[in-house]
Antibody, heavy 116, light 110 residues
Framework: EVQLVESGGGLVKPGGSLRLSCAASGFAFNYAWMSWVRQAPGKGLEWVGR??????????DYAAPVKGRFTISRDDSENTLFLQMNSLKTEDTAVYYC???????WGQGTLVTVSS | QSALTQPASVSGSPGQSITISCTGT?????????VSWYQQYPGKAPKLMIY???NRPSGVSNRFSGSKSGNTASLTISGLQAEDEADYYC??????????FGGGTRLTVL
Protein backbone atom coordinates (compact mmCIF):
# COMPACT_ATOMS: atom_id res chain seq x y z
CA GLU A 1 0.00 0.00 0.00
CA VAL A 2 1.34 3.42 -0.95
CA GLN A 3 1.83 5.71 2.03
CA LEU A 4 3.01 9.30 2.16
CA VAL A 5 3.41 10.83 5.62
CA GLU A 6 4.32 14.49 6.00
CA SER A 7 5.86 16.01 9.10
CA GLY A 8 7.60 19.17 10.22
CA GLY A 9 4.76 21.68 10.10
CA GLY A 10 4.17 24.23 12.80
CA LEU A 11 4.13 27.89 13.74
CA VAL A 12 6.93 30.10 12.46
CA LYS A 13 7.46 33.87 12.40
CA PRO A 14 7.58 35.85 9.15
CA GLY A 15 11.08 35.69 7.72
CA GLY A 16 11.74 32.36 9.38
CA SER A 17 12.50 28.93 7.97
CA LEU A 18 10.97 25.49 8.20
CA ARG A 19 11.79 22.10 6.72
CA LEU A 20 9.03 19.66 5.85
CA SER A 21 9.61 15.94 5.35
CA CYS A 22 7.55 13.32 3.57
CA ALA A 23 8.23 9.65 4.32
CA ALA A 24 7.24 7.39 1.43
CA SER A 25 6.57 3.66 1.37
CA GLY A 26 4.86 1.04 -0.75
CA PHE A 27 6.31 2.02 -4.11
CA ALA A 28 9.64 2.53 -5.89
CA PHE A 29 10.36 5.99 -4.49
CA ASN A 30 13.70 6.33 -6.26
CA TYR A 31 11.98 6.20 -9.66
CA ALA A 32 9.13 8.53 -8.72
CA TRP A 33 8.76 12.20 -9.60
CA MET A 34 7.41 13.91 -6.49
CA SER A 35 5.57 17.17 -5.88
CA TRP A 36 4.43 19.49 -3.11
CA VAL A 37 0.98 21.10 -3.26
CA ARG A 38 -0.40 23.51 -0.68
CA GLN A 39 -3.84 24.74 0.35
CA ALA A 40 -4.35 27.93 2.32
CA PRO A 41 -7.21 27.82 4.86
CA GLY A 42 -10.52 27.91 3.02
CA LYS A 43 -8.82 28.30 -0.35
CA GLY A 44 -8.01 26.15 -3.37
CA LEU A 45 -5.07 23.96 -4.24
CA GLU A 46 -1.78 25.55 -5.30
CA TRP A 47 1.09 23.68 -6.93
CA VAL A 48 4.38 24.42 -5.15
CA GLY A 49 7.01 22.45 -7.03
CA ARG A 50 8.33 19.13 -8.29
CA UNK A 51 11.50 17.07 -8.27
CA UNK A 52 12.27 14.47 -10.89
CA UNK A 53 13.82 11.11 -10.13
CA UNK A 54 17.61 10.99 -10.17
CA UNK A 55 17.45 8.71 -13.19
CA UNK A 56 15.60 11.49 -15.00
CA UNK A 57 18.07 14.13 -13.87
CA UNK A 58 16.77 14.99 -10.40
CA UNK A 59 15.92 18.53 -11.49
CA UNK A 60 13.39 20.77 -9.80
CA ASP A 61 10.71 23.23 -10.92
CA TYR A 62 8.88 25.73 -8.74
CA ALA A 63 5.81 27.92 -8.83
CA ALA A 64 6.58 31.62 -9.19
CA PRO A 65 5.44 32.63 -5.64
CA VAL A 66 7.99 30.31 -3.99
CA LYS A 67 10.86 30.31 -6.49
CA GLY A 68 14.11 31.37 -4.83
CA ARG A 69 12.70 30.81 -1.32
CA PHE A 70 11.70 27.12 -1.33
CA THR A 71 13.91 24.14 -2.20
CA ILE A 72 12.75 20.59 -2.87
CA SER A 73 15.19 17.74 -2.32
CA ARG A 74 15.07 13.99 -1.85
CA ASP A 75 16.96 11.23 -0.06
CA ASP A 76 16.32 8.04 -2.00
CA SER A 77 18.24 5.96 0.56
CA GLU A 78 15.64 6.99 3.17
CA ASN A 79 12.64 7.19 0.80
CA THR A 80 12.10 10.75 1.98
CA LEU A 81 11.11 13.98 0.23
CA PHE A 82 11.92 17.38 1.69
CA LEU A 83 10.69 20.95 1.33
CA GLN A 84 13.01 23.61 2.73
CA MET A 85 11.11 26.84 3.16
CA ASN A 86 13.04 30.07 3.78
CA SER A 87 12.01 33.73 4.06
CA LEU A 88 8.52 32.64 4.97
CA LYS A 89 5.63 35.06 4.49
CA THR A 90 2.17 35.12 6.07
CA GLU A 91 0.74 34.12 2.69
CA ASP A 92 2.66 30.83 2.89
CA THR A 93 0.28 29.71 5.64
CA ALA A 94 -1.31 26.50 4.32
CA VAL A 95 -1.63 22.77 4.60
CA TYR A 96 1.26 21.30 2.61
CA TYR A 97 0.69 18.01 0.82
CA CYS A 98 3.31 15.65 -0.53
CA UNK A 99 2.17 13.87 -3.71
CA UNK A 100 3.46 11.63 -6.42
CA UNK A 101 3.87 13.91 -9.42
CA UNK A 102 1.08 12.21 -11.34
CA UNK A 103 -1.29 13.01 -8.51
CA UNK A 104 -2.27 9.41 -7.79
CA UNK A 105 -1.13 9.46 -4.19
CA TRP A 106 -1.29 12.15 -1.52
CA GLY A 107 -0.22 12.44 2.07
CA GLN A 108 -2.53 13.68 4.81
CA GLY A 109 -0.89 17.10 4.82
CA THR A 110 0.96 19.13 7.43
CA LEU A 111 -0.10 22.62 8.53
CA VAL A 112 2.36 25.50 8.30
CA THR A 113 1.32 28.72 10.01
CA VAL A 114 3.37 31.87 9.44
CA SER A 115 2.43 34.49 11.98
CA SER A 116 4.04 36.90 14.39
CA GLN B 1 1.04 31.56 -14.29
CA SER B 2 -2.60 32.40 -13.62
CA ALA B 3 -4.94 29.85 -12.12
CA LEU B 4 -7.24 28.01 -14.48
CA THR B 5 -10.85 29.27 -14.48
CA GLN B 6 -13.57 27.08 -13.01
CA PRO B 7 -17.12 27.97 -11.98
CA ALA B 8 -17.30 28.57 -8.24
CA SER B 9 -20.27 26.25 -7.86
CA VAL B 10 -22.50 23.84 -9.72
CA SER B 11 -25.47 21.83 -8.56
CA GLY B 12 -27.66 18.99 -9.72
CA SER B 13 -30.26 16.53 -8.53
CA PRO B 14 -29.59 12.86 -7.93
CA GLY B 15 -29.52 10.94 -11.19
CA GLN B 16 -28.77 13.99 -13.30
CA SER B 17 -25.54 14.79 -15.13
CA ILE B 18 -23.41 17.86 -14.51
CA THR B 19 -20.36 19.28 -16.25
CA ILE B 20 -17.60 21.37 -14.71
CA SER B 21 -15.50 23.47 -17.06
CA CYS B 22 -11.84 24.41 -16.70
CA THR B 23 -10.57 27.18 -18.97
CA GLY B 24 -6.94 27.99 -19.54
CA THR B 25 -4.77 29.11 -22.44
CA UNK B 26 -2.70 27.62 -25.22
CA UNK B 27 0.20 27.64 -22.72
CA UNK B 28 -1.49 25.12 -20.48
CA UNK B 29 -4.83 23.36 -21.12
CA UNK B 30 -4.85 24.00 -24.85
CA UNK B 31 -1.24 23.04 -25.44
CA UNK B 32 -1.01 19.70 -23.69
CA UNK B 33 -3.09 16.62 -23.02
CA UNK B 34 -2.03 16.66 -19.39
CA VAL B 35 -5.19 17.79 -17.61
CA SER B 36 -6.14 16.12 -14.34
CA TRP B 37 -9.22 16.38 -12.15
CA TYR B 38 -9.36 15.95 -8.36
CA GLN B 39 -12.17 15.43 -5.87
CA GLN B 40 -11.74 16.78 -2.34
CA TYR B 41 -13.97 16.35 0.69
CA PRO B 42 -13.68 18.90 3.54
CA GLY B 43 -10.64 18.25 5.68
CA LYS B 44 -9.37 15.46 3.43
CA ALA B 45 -6.61 15.12 0.87
CA PRO B 46 -7.58 15.38 -2.80
CA LYS B 47 -8.24 12.24 -4.84
CA LEU B 48 -7.30 11.85 -8.49
CA MET B 49 -10.40 11.23 -10.61
CA ILE B 50 -9.17 11.84 -14.18
CA TYR B 51 -5.68 12.12 -15.67
CA UNK B 52 -4.37 12.97 -19.14
CA UNK B 53 -7.70 14.62 -20.04
CA UNK B 54 -9.89 11.54 -20.13
CA ASN B 55 -8.29 8.58 -18.34
CA ARG B 56 -9.74 7.16 -15.14
CA PRO B 57 -7.47 5.62 -12.50
CA SER B 58 -8.35 2.15 -11.35
CA GLY B 59 -11.21 2.21 -8.85
CA VAL B 60 -12.78 5.47 -10.02
CA SER B 61 -16.42 5.11 -11.08
CA ASN B 62 -17.15 5.24 -14.82
CA ARG B 63 -19.74 7.90 -13.97
CA PHE B 64 -16.80 10.31 -14.10
CA SER B 65 -15.49 11.31 -17.52
CA GLY B 66 -13.19 13.99 -18.90
CA SER B 67 -12.78 15.76 -22.21
CA LYS B 68 -11.09 18.77 -23.77
CA SER B 69 -11.84 21.18 -26.57
CA GLY B 70 -9.38 23.94 -27.35
CA ASN B 71 -8.37 25.72 -24.16
CA THR B 72 -11.23 24.29 -22.09
CA ALA B 73 -11.32 20.95 -20.32
CA SER B 74 -14.46 19.46 -18.82
CA LEU B 75 -15.38 16.97 -16.13
CA THR B 76 -18.76 15.29 -16.48
CA ILE B 77 -20.41 13.34 -13.69
CA SER B 78 -23.38 11.27 -14.76
CA GLY B 79 -25.97 9.62 -12.54
CA LEU B 80 -25.26 12.13 -9.78
CA GLN B 81 -25.16 10.66 -6.28
CA ALA B 82 -25.17 12.29 -2.86
CA GLU B 83 -21.59 11.09 -2.27
CA ASP B 84 -20.41 13.16 -5.26
CA GLU B 85 -20.97 16.36 -3.26
CA ALA B 86 -17.43 17.73 -2.87
CA ASP B 87 -14.97 20.25 -4.26
CA TYR B 88 -13.46 19.55 -7.67
CA TYR B 89 -10.20 20.93 -9.03
CA CYS B 90 -8.65 20.75 -12.47
CA UNK B 91 -4.90 20.91 -13.05
CA UNK B 92 -2.75 21.23 -16.15
CA UNK B 93 0.86 21.03 -17.21
CA UNK B 94 2.19 24.38 -18.42
CA UNK B 95 4.72 25.60 -20.96
CA UNK B 96 6.92 26.71 -18.04
CA UNK B 97 7.26 23.05 -17.04
CA UNK B 98 5.14 23.67 -13.97
CA UNK B 99 1.57 22.74 -13.11
CA UNK B 100 -1.35 25.03 -12.41
CA PHE B 101 -4.65 24.34 -10.63
CA GLY B 102 -8.07 25.77 -11.19
CA GLY B 103 -9.77 27.75 -8.44
CA GLY B 104 -12.06 24.84 -7.59
CA THR B 105 -15.77 24.13 -7.99
CA ARG B 106 -18.13 23.24 -5.16
CA LEU B 107 -20.62 20.60 -6.32
CA THR B 108 -23.92 20.50 -4.46
CA VAL B 109 -26.26 17.55 -4.86
CA LEU B 110 -29.76 18.90 -4.30
Amino acid sequence: EVQLVESGGGLVKPGGSLRLSCAASGFAFNYAWMSWVRQAPGKGLEWVGRIKSKTDGGTTDYAAPVKGRFTISRDDSENTLFLQMNSLKTEDTAVYYCTTAGGSNWGQGTLVTVSS
Amino acid sequence: QSALTQPASVSGSPGQSITISCTGTISDVGGYNYVSWYQQYPGKAPKLMIYDVSNRPSGVSNRFSGSKSGNTASLTISGLQAEDEADYYCSSHTSSNTRVFGGGTRLTVL
